[in-house]
């Protein structure tokens, strides 16, 4: 398709939005595969475990680089060429290789996915028409819960039907066809490119991005969020009972999702993105407290993952708001990448750590502690911007 044909904002969103889904497949598809992956490699759950948090680690190490070098290189010819390299990679994984190069394959996995996380949100805030830049965002803000429910819900199917390779198979064909939509119909020119830094300048711009209340408060909510949600996904369902297993656990990401289209919608309308965060953080701190004088329940989650869906919609709603340039929005969703990996890596070996030292209080402790930090963060950085005189959304 001709490069200068008019595109439909819509669509542009929507094939965005769709590359973020095969960028939280990345996630999800070795979290609905571990099963059948501890059937065909010997070794230790937590060598296994490293397929799932391995995929984080460049993303811990290089995630504003990323998006530093996503601004120099080209926002739509560094998302194609990530999800090329995330289906070839996930054809390998077809393979089932031996588990060291499985491992391999992930760790490079880390540099396609934290492309797509750093180029698509801030190509959808670009696209997207003014009127319509909060509901894109909050669209955006839904990939990981909405990837996570697909896989959960098609990859039982395909791997009981074609083996267990069969949805790394899917996930590469999913990422292949992404590829070529961005190809054929994002437009050039879409973002201003920027010069990339000197080595040099690297640190100094780390330095800049970590000490602005613009460009690191998406980021610093963000990593006490991303702490709880795969680990409360992982460390809570054994503990349930049956049916809560089986009918509220899948409930947990589908009632943040719903939240995101319905209340936090509705807020956005009337209040900054920053304020429906913390929002988000007071709720989900509330339900995560009645854990420490009621049974643990299934239901009470439901609850905090509601709230939780304000956190995860308004933070990204917040980075163009905050961030109006380009290419301080590719520095704070580098930010946010780089601590959603680290909240990630360290929140699921954390809970498992408290829960056997401490026992199940020790887990709501943690969701208290992490909600209670992040509405603390977002307090400070809030005076720092009113301090510093710049007037924001």
Known sequence: ?????????????LILWGAGLGASMQFAKVTVSFPALQEIY????????LLLSSISVLGVLLGLV???LVASYGFRRMLMWALFLGATLSAVQTLLP????????????GLSHLAIVVAAPTLMALVAPANWRNLAMTLWSAFFGVGYALTAAIGPVLINSFGSAALFGAHAIYLLIFAILVMLFLPKG?????TFPKLTDLLRRHWKAYSSPYEFAPAAGWLFYTCTFVSVMTVVPPMLTEFERAVLVPFMPIASIVSSFTLNAMLLRYLPAIVVVQIGLIGALAFAMTGLWLPLSGWMFIGMFAFMGLVQSASFASIPQLNPSAKSQALANGAMSQMGNLGNLVGTPLMFALLSGFGVTSIYVMLIGCYGAAFVAHLWLAHLRRTRGRVTA
């Open 66 to 68: 990323a998006g530093l």
């Open 42 to 49: 010997e070794g230790s759950d937590t060598a296994l475990g």
């Open 190 to 194: 879409a973002a201003q490119r920027e």
């Open 98 to 109: 031996e588990l060291k190069v499985f491992l391999l394959t992930r760790l490079l996995e």
């Open 1 to 13: 398709m001709p490069q200068d044909r008019p595109v439909s904002p819509f669509l542009l969103i």
